[in-house]
C-alpha cells in the first residue's frame, strides 16, 4: 500500500469520529471505564483528534515522505503500548506515524478500557489496514517482554511510567532495541511580575484540570513572582471555588470521582507531605462523595508556602492539587524549576530575560508564552513528541554504542529517518 492509499485510509477517521451515533457510543463507554467528564471525553477523544487529522493533509507530509530513506527499516516491525487517557489522540499522532511510515505495526490498547475497547478497535481495523491489535488479555509488561526477545520487532515505542520503564533499560541493550518513550510530566507555570494575573490564574486552572488533571501534560507546579504572588494566589482561589464537582455524564461537571484509589492514595499523601512541611492549604484538598456509589472526588488543592522538596512539587501528581512557590531572582527560579526529573511542557506569562526563555525552551518539549497546552494557539504542538529527562527518550544503538537521546521530536521524522532540527527549520 502506498503513502496515498494509507493516507486515504487513515482520513477515513474523521468521517468516523463525526458520526453522532459513534460519539455517543464511544463516550459513554470510555465514560464508564474511566469516571472522567463527558466535556473531557469529548474534547481528548473526538474534537482534538479531529482536528489533528488536518496534518495528514499537509503538503508537509508530502515533503517528509519524499525525504523518507525507505533502507532503514528493514522490514522490522513498529511495536506500540498505548495508556488509558487520550487514546484518539495517540492513534492519530502515534499509531498513525507508524502505519504512514510503511512499516508493520503491533499495537497493545490499554485493558482498562474493557467498554470502550470495541470503538477503537473498529477504528484501527477500519482507518488502518494491516495494524495488528495483540489480545486485550495479555498485560503492558507481558507485551513489553515478548517485543524485546522477538526477532521481528526492532522499534518500541512505550507511553508510561518512567521508573517502569527503566526496569527494562538492561534487556533493551541486550536484545538491541530501540526504544521511543514517552513519559510523566511535572509541567511549570511561571508567573512574572508584568505578568496579565487574571489570565494566568485562569489558565493555571485549564491547565491544571486537562482531563481532570489525569495528564502527563497538565499544570502541576507554580513559580509565582513575590510581587504578584497575593494576586495570583487570590484570583486561582475564586477560579477553583467555582469549579463544578459532579456526575461525569453531566455537562456542567468540571471535575469528577477518581475511580483509582492508587491515585487518590497519592493525592492525599501529597498534600499531607506538604502541610507537614508548612505549606498551607487555601481551599480544597478533601473528599466528596458523588453519586450513589460512594465514588470520591477531590476537591482541588491549592497549597501555599510551598518549597521545591515537597512531593507535592517534585511528583507527578496526576491530579488536581497547585502548590504555588514563590520567587524573586530568576537564576533562583531557574535553579528551582531544574530541580525535576521531568521537562515536557512549561508555560510562561509576562516578561523575561533572554537567559530565562533559553532555559526553558532548552528544558522542555513545548514552552509556551502567554498560553498552556490547552490553549486554542497551541494545537500545532500536538504532533510534538518527545520531552527532557524523565518525561521523553530515545534508547538506540549508534556506532555499536547504546544510546540515550532527549528532545523534542516528531515520531514520523523519526521512523523516516528524517532530523527534527533540519526539517523545521
Not at 510562561?348 to 502567554?370: E, M, P, Q, W
Request: a neutral charge; hydrophobic letters at 40%.
Amino acid at each position: 500500500m502506498d503513502f496515498y492509499k494509507r493516507r486515504n485510509a487513515l482520513l477515513r477517521m474523521q468521517e468516523m469520529l463525526e458520526d453522532q451515533a459513534l460519539q455517543r457510543g464511544l463516550v459513554a463507554a470510555y465514560m464508564r471505564d474511566t469516571g472522567y467528564t463527558y466535556r473531557n471525553i469529548r474534547d481528548r477523544e473526538i474534537t482534538i483528534p479531529l482536528n489533528m487529522l488536518k496534518y495528514w493533509e499537509s503538503a508537509a507530509v508530502e515533503s517528509l515522505l519524499s525525504q523518507a530513506d525507505p533502507v532503514e527499516a528493514d522490514g522490522k516491525k513498529i511495536a506500540i503500548v498505548l495508556p488509558s487517557n487520550g487514546i484518539n489522540i495517540l492513534i492519530v499522532k502515534t499509531v498513525a506515524s507508524a502505519f504512514m511510515s510503511g512499516r508493520e505495526v503491533v499495537l497493545k490498547l490499554p485493558r482498562k478500557l474493557q467498554h470502550a475497547m470495541p470503538y477503537y478497535q473498529k477504528i484501527v481495523k477500519e482507518c488502518m489496514p494491516g495494524v495488528e491489535m495483540i489480545s486485550q488479555n495479555l498485560s503492558a509488561e507481558d507485551f513489553l517482554g515478548r517485543c524485546i526477545r522477538s526477532e521481528d520487532i526492532r522499534t518500541v515505542i512505550v507511553y508510561g511510567d518512567d521508573k517502569w520503564i527503566w526496569s527494562y533499560r538492561n534487556n533493551f541493550r541486550r536484545y538491541r532495541k530501540e526504544l521511543f518513550f514517552e513519559g510523566p510530566g511535572k509541567d511549570p507555570q511561571v508567573v512574572f511580575r508584568d505578568a496579565d494575573v487574571a489570565l494566568a490564574a485562569r489558565d493555571a486552572v485549564r491547565g491544571g484540570l486537562v482531563n481532570g488533571g489525569h495528564s502527563c501534560s497538565a499544570l502541576e507546579r507554580f513559580y509565582v513572582h513575590q510581587d504578584v504572588h497575593d494576586e495570583f494566589v487570590a484570583l486561582l482561589e475564586k477560579e477553583l471555588s467555582g469549579i463544578v464537582i459532579g456526575a461525569p455524564e453531566e455537562t456542567a461537571t468540571d471535575l469528577s470521582p477518581i475511580l483509582s484509589p492508587a491515585v487518590l492514595r497519592r493525592l492525599r499523601h501529597q498534600i499531607q507531605n506538604a502541610t507537614d512541611q508548612g505549606a498551607k492549604l487555601i481551599v480544597g484538598g478533601n473528599t466528596v462523595e458523588v453519586g450513589a456509589g460512594g465514588n470520591l472526588a477531590l476537591v482541588p488543592a491549592l497549597l501555599v508556602n510551598c518549597h521545591n522538596q515537597m512531593d507535592a512539587v517534585q511528583q507527578e501528581s496526576f491530579g488536581p492539587i497547585f502548590p504555588v512557590i514563590p520567587f524573586v531572582e530568576e537564576d533562583a527560579l531557574i535553579t528551582m524549576a531544574d530541580q525535576s526529573d521531568y521537562g515536557l511542557n512549561a508555560s510562561i506569562y509576562g516578561t523575561c530575560s533572554r537567559k530565562t526563555y533559553d532555559y526553558f525552551y532548552s528544558t522542555h518539549r513545548n514552552l509556551f508564552v502567554n498560553a498552556t497546552i490547552s490553549s486554542p494557539s497551541s494545537a500545532a504542538n500536538r504532533m510534538v513528541d518527545g520531552g527532557f529527562k524523565n518525561s521523553g527518550f530515545v534508547w538506540e544503538w549508534k556506532n555499536d554504542k547504546f544510546l540515550q537521546r532527549e528532545g523534542r521530536r516528531i515520531l514520523l521524522n523519526e521512523l523516516l529517518n528524517i532530523d527534527y532540527d533540519s526539517a523545521h527549520k
